[in-house]
């Protein structure tokens, strides 16, 4: 399995909550797959895929909404696991790392 789980801040109001989810949701809905948010927390965003195009997907998702810099400000966590359960990475720390060409 594939997942997606982000911690957004537990002081957001109502209003900012929902823009979140909304500019996640946007996000997940990928080209190679539209995934939903499966979490139960209104804090909390989970996105997961038992299917093969949820790597890719997750992956897509992961990297188009780290862009977006009013969404990252909102978030407490955010991990992406592969298909290894132990294998566990911290979206914000992998994707601040600069490429060197």
Known sequence: MFKTVITLKDN??????????????KHFDTRIDKLENVSRDKYVLIYQSDKESGYGATLDGN????????FRNNVKSWTWQDTDEDDVEDVLVELAIPVIM
Do not use: H, R
Not at 12 to 25: E, V
């Open 63 to 70: 990297c188009t909404l780290y862009l977006e810099e009013e």
């Open 12 to 25: 957001l109001d109502d209003t900012t909550l929902s823009n979140m989810k909304k500019i996640a949701d």
